[in-house]
C-alpha cells in the first residue's frame, strides 16, 4: 500500500476508464489501499483481462444513455454504499461525431457520462458520504492548442434558447479542443452544483486537471506531421502514475467540496460555471436526457 493513501478496506470505488492511462493507474492506487474497485468497460472481457478478477467490472459504453442508466443500477444494486467515485474516461474526438443518442461525442462521453453517475449513484454516494472527482482539463480555462503569446481563451457555454443538449458542439464550425474543452466546463459546471446538493450528506464533488499526461488520447491531439515524432513528445510528459495522483489524492484525503484542482493548485474557473442560471438550466437539460 502506498504511504499516501488511506487504508481503504471496505470502501467502494467505482472508477471509470479504469482499462487505460491515467484510470488504470488510479484504479490500481485504491485497489492497492484496499478498496472494492467497480468499473464500467464497453469491453468487459478485456477490462477483466487487464484488471484481474478481483476487480468489478459492469459492461457499458459511457457514451450511451442507457449503458449509463444500466450500469448505474447494477452499481447501486449491488452496493448499498459507493465510497469514491472517480469519473475519469473520456476521449477526445478530432472529428464531429454523435452517440447513439444523437449527442455530440465529447458532450456525450465527456460530460453526460459523470453527470449521469454522479445522479443516477445518488443513494449509494449519500449513504457513503462519497468523494466524487471529476477528471477534467483546463483546456476549459484555455481552448488555444499553442499558447506562446496572447490571452487564454476560455471555453464558453451559453445556454440561452437551448432547449437540447443535442444542440451543443454542432458539426457547423466544430472545432475539436473547444468542443473538448465546453463538455469539461459543462462538468465543472455542474459538478459545483451536485456539490452544493450532496454537501448535507457529507458528499464532496471536485474536479481536476490531471496535466499533460503520456496516453493513447494524447496521440489524438498530436497534429499529423509531428506523429512521426510522438514517442518523443510523449518522453516529455507527465507518466499515466503522475497523471493518477492528484484525483487519488481528493479521492481519498479529507478536504472540502465545489472545488477545481490544476494538479494540486486550487484553480478558478470561467465565470459562467458559477453561474447559477448555468447551472440550473443545464442541470434541467441533463436531467431530461437521462427521462426522455
Ligand atoms: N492525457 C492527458 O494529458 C489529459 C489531460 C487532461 C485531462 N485528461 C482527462 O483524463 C481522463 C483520462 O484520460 P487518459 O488520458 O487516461 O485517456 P485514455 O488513455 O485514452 O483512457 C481513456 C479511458 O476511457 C475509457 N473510455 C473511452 N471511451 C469510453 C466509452 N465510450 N465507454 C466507457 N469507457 C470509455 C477507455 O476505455 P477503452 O479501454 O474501452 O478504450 C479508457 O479506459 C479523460 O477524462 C481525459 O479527458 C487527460
Known amino acids: 500500500m502506498s504511504p499516501a493513501t488511506p487504508d481503504l478496506r471496505g470502501r467502494v470505488a467505482v472508477v471509470t476508464g479504469a482499462t487505460g492511462g491515467m484510470g488504470r493507474e488510479i484504479a490500481a492506487r485504491l485497489a492497492e489501499a484496499g478498496a472494492r474497485l467497480v468499473t464500467v468497460a464497453r469491453d468487459p472481457v478485456r477490462a477483466a483481462g487487464i484488471l484481474g478478477p478481483e476487480v468489478d467490472v459492469v459492461s457499458g459504453d459511457l457514451s450511451r444513455r442507457d449503458d449509463v442508466l444500466r450500469a448505474a443500477e447494477i452499481i447501486a444494486g449491488r452496493y448499498e454504499q459507493v465510497h469514491i467515485l472517480v469519473n475519469n474516461a473520456g476521449g477526445h ?8 443518442d444523437g449527442v455530440e461525442m465529447h458532450v456525450a462521453l465527456d460530460y453526460l457520462a459523470a453527470f449521469g453517475l454522479m445522479t443516477r449513484l445518488e443513494g449509494p454516494l449519500r449513504r457513503g458520504r462519497a468523494r466524487v472527482v471529476n477528471v477534467a482539463s483546463d483546456t476549459l480555462n484555455d481552448t488555444r492548442q499553442i499558447t506562446v503569446a496572447g490571452r487564454p481563451r476560455p471555453a464558453t457555454l451559453d445556454l ?3 432547449d437540447s443538449l443535442a444542440r451543443l458542439n454542432p458539426a457547423a464550425g466544430f472545432v475539436p479542443f473547444e468542443a473538448y474543452a465546453r463538455a469539461k466546463l ?7 452544483a451536485l456539490a452544493r446538493d450532496l454537501a448535507p450528506d457529507g458528499v464532496t464533488v471536485n474536479a481536476v486537471h490531471p496535466g499533460i499526461v503520456s496516453t493513447d488520447l494524447i496521440d489524438d491531439l498530436v497534429p499529423p506531421p509531428l506523429r512521426p515524432f510522438r514517442g518523443l513528445i510523449r ?3 507527465l507518466t499515466p502514475a503522475q497523471g493518477a495522483e492528484p484525483a487519488v489524492r481528493l479521492a481519498t484525503a479529507p478536504g472540502g467540496t465545489g472545488k477545481y484542482f490544476n494538479r494540486d493548485a486550487e484553480t478558478a474557473t470561467p465565470p459562467v460555471s458559477h453561474d447559477p442560471a448555468t447551472q440550473q438550466r443545464l442541470l ?3 436531467e431530461s436526457h437521462f427521462t426522455r
Do not use: E, P
Open 160 to 162: 440561452a434558447g437551448v
Open 93 to 100: 474526438f478530432a472529428r464531429h461525431r454523435l452517440s447513439a
Open 235 to 237: 518522453r516529455t510528459l
Open 186 to 192: 459543462m462538468t465543472v459546471t455542474a459538478g459545483y
Open 284 to 286: 434541467a437539460l441533463s
